[in-house]
């Protein structure tokens, strides 16, 4: 229908940049569809409902490209059974000498440091003054002790903030370890 203008994005602005005249003379040629109306409020709701498919998204997406890299590296750990019911907003993925391999987008967007910037370092260029000795001396041990665990520790942002991290460790690999997973996130 040539009048139906109640699919125009920002119909609003347009109308209201009209003159008394113009306006006039246009608003009795438009067909509203009140079919389409929603109240303002129902945009939040899509709003979240879309941040959440993203967030969703991004975790599977993640994922697999965590299980195409076990597969290249023949991993026989149960992929999957890792990341069940897991919360993370990063993932790392060490060596065995806990060289950084990989890093996934949320690992960026909880430090401010790029995928470069990790790459061929260690987890530990993320510590700083307040991060516990204790809590490194645990790590440490644990590391060396070749078993999964959950740890927090202070870790510092790109821009020196700090921030108490959650951090879920994985040895993974085939007969032997030689890779770790981390699954990080900020917590209060």
């Known amino acids: 229908m040539k009048n139906n203008l109640s699919n125009m994005m920002a119909l609003d ?35 979240d409902g879309l941040m959440l498919k993203r967030k969703k998204a991004q975790r599977e997406h993640d994922i697999l490209k965590v299980r195409s890299l076990a597969k290249k590296l023949n991993w026989q750990n149960d992929i999957n059974a890792i990341f069940n019911e897991q919360q993370f907003e990063a993932i790392l993925i060490t060596d065995i000498d806990q060289k950084i391999i990989w890093v996934n987008q949320g690992f960026t967007a909880m430090t401010g440091y790029s995928k470069v910037d990790a790459l061929n370092k260690t987890p530990r260029f993320l510590q700083g003054p307040e991060t516990s000795n204790d809590s490194k001396e645990r790590i440490r041990a644990k590391l060396n002790a070749i078993t999964p665990f959950t740890e927090v520790i202070i870790n510092y942002r790109k821009d020196k903030t700090p921030y108490k991290c959650e951090v879920k460790i994985f040895p993974i690999g085939n007969d032997e370890a030689t890779h770790f997973i981390a699954l990080e996130r900020q917590v209060s």
């Not at 009209?18 to 009795?28: A, F, T």
């Open 13 to 47: 602005l347009y109308l209201s940049s009209l003159s008394k005249e113009e306006y006039e003379d246009i608003s009795s040629k438009i067909d509203y569809d009140s079919s389409k109306r929603l109240p303002l409020m129902s945009w939040d709701i899509y709003s």
